[in-house]
Protein backbone atom coordinates (compact mmCIF):
# COMPACT_ATOMS: atom_id res chain seq x y z
CA UNK A 1 0.00 0.00 0.00
CA UNK A 2 0.81 3.47 -0.73
CA UNK A 3 0.31 6.65 1.45
CA UNK A 4 0.86 10.37 0.25
CA UNK A 5 0.04 13.07 2.17
CA UNK A 6 0.29 16.56 0.60
CA UNK A 7 1.82 19.25 2.97
CA UNK A 8 1.74 22.12 1.50
CA UNK A 9 -0.86 23.83 -0.45
CA UNK A 10 0.84 24.58 -4.03
CA UNK A 11 -1.02 25.63 -6.87
CA UNK A 12 0.46 23.03 -9.46
CA UNK A 13 -0.03 19.93 -7.36
CA UNK A 14 -2.79 17.47 -9.28
CA UNK A 15 -3.69 14.21 -9.09
CA UNK A 16 -4.18 12.70 -11.97
CA UNK A 17 -5.89 8.75 -12.72
CA UNK A 18 -5.05 7.28 -16.44
CA UNK A 19 -4.64 10.31 -18.44
CA UNK A 20 -8.14 12.14 -17.11
CA UNK A 21 -8.53 15.69 -16.51
CA UNK A 22 -6.84 16.28 -13.05
CA UNK A 23 -7.86 17.33 -9.54
CA UNK A 24 -6.26 20.30 -7.48
CA UNK A 25 -4.39 18.51 -4.45
CA UNK A 26 -4.36 21.06 -1.31
CA UNK A 27 -2.65 21.11 1.95
CA UNK A 28 -4.04 17.66 4.03
CA UNK A 29 -5.22 15.74 1.24
CA UNK A 30 -4.55 11.90 1.48
CA UNK A 31 -4.10 10.00 -1.31
CA UNK A 32 -4.00 5.89 -0.71
CA UNK A 33 -3.38 3.50 -3.43
CA UNK A 34 -3.00 -0.53 -3.05
CA UNK A 35 -1.77 -3.22 -5.49
CA UNK A 36 -5.40 -4.46 -6.97
CA UNK A 37 -6.05 -8.27 -6.22
CA UNK A 38 -5.68 -9.51 -10.18
CA UNK A 39 -2.29 -8.65 -12.37
CA UNK A 40 -2.33 -6.48 -15.38
CA UNK A 41 -0.51 -7.39 -18.04
CA UNK A 42 0.15 -4.51 -20.87
CA UNK A 43 1.65 -4.88 -24.47
CA UNK A 44 3.10 -2.46 -26.42
CA UNK A 45 3.06 -2.73 -30.84
CA UNK A 46 6.91 -3.15 -31.73
CA UNK A 47 7.16 -0.17 -33.89
CA UNK A 48 5.09 2.61 -31.53
CA UNK A 49 6.48 6.07 -31.42
CA UNK A 50 3.97 6.48 -28.57
CA UNK A 51 7.06 9.31 -26.66
CA UNK A 52 6.72 10.91 -30.14
CA UNK A 53 2.56 11.32 -29.60
CA UNK A 54 2.87 12.54 -26.75
CA UNK A 55 5.21 15.22 -27.74
CA UNK A 56 3.72 15.94 -30.63
CA UNK A 57 0.03 16.30 -28.83
CA UNK A 58 1.97 19.04 -26.17
CA UNK A 59 2.08 16.60 -23.04
CA UNK A 60 5.58 16.15 -23.00
CA UNK A 61 7.60 19.43 -23.23
CA UNK A 62 11.86 18.87 -23.87
CA UNK A 63 13.97 20.88 -21.46
Known sequence: DLRILVLD???DV????D???GVVL???DNIFASR???RLNL???LHSQYAHK???KG???ES
Do not use: C, D, M
Request: hydrophobic content about 40%; glycine content about 8%; cysteine-free.
Open 19 to 21: GQT
Open 43 to 45: IRP
Open 14 to 17: YLTQ
Open 9 to 11: AAP
Open 59 to 61: FVR
Open 26 to 28: AAG
Open 54 to 56: LKS
Open 36 to 38: AEN
